[in-house]
């Protein structure tokens, strides 16, 4: 695992638009798996910024999405789709056919992680997949439990979860209780995968996470067993880690 302590949020996402840049531009094809949250803006608007400037082609890159709120439509101002057309996809030369998210939509949810399962299988395994990490350790919205749930699944989420996201919903908007979640399972069948956190809030789970034991209460620990684990903290979230590096 490397861990690489940033100077704050700018230089995080700029490194973490770096690893994802290079990827496209060594594999023009490759599939990127990709996160949202707060935590990624600032590399996708890196990434774009060099798109503008000619210097990255995404006319041949697939991406694959983490998660989805069950129950969004995906021109939903809080879906992710929503979320990653406006911050991303509809900003540089992507295909919109190749992005991919869970239909939040579903009504049947086995027959969507069903589906889900078979894109990941016809894409390969993800060469490159950016994970944010929740207050809980949670990567995607596999959320802490007594298992590592290995495939694409309905979560109900948890409470602090649904709370951490409110605020990005208006004002008595309900934040909907369930997602779509990709499985720990693809997440570690990634070649590389990127880990970022930012802001004090996230220093402990960042110690607890790669410094704790590995078990499905904190999620990301299962993280510690791949062996190309790229992590990108800015001080504040890596100032519990200093003293262990
Ligand atoms: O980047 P944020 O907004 O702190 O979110 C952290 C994590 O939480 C989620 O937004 C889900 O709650 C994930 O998609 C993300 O990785």
Known sequence: MKIIIANDYEDMSRKAANYLSAQVIMKPDAVLGLATGETPIGAYKQLVEWYNKGDIDFSQTSTINLDEYKGLTGDHKQSYRYFMDTNLFDLINIKKSNTYLPNGMAEDEEAECARYEGIMKQLGNIDMQLLGIGLNGHIGFNEPGESFEKTTHCVQLTQSTIDANQRLFDEGEAVPEKAFTMGIKSIMQSKHILLIAN??????????????????????SILQLHNNVTVIVDKEAGKLIKDVL
């Open 199 to 220: 802001g004090e809030k996230k220093a402990q789970i960042i110690r607890d996470a790669f410094f704790g034991p590995v078990t499905p209460k904190v999620p990301a």
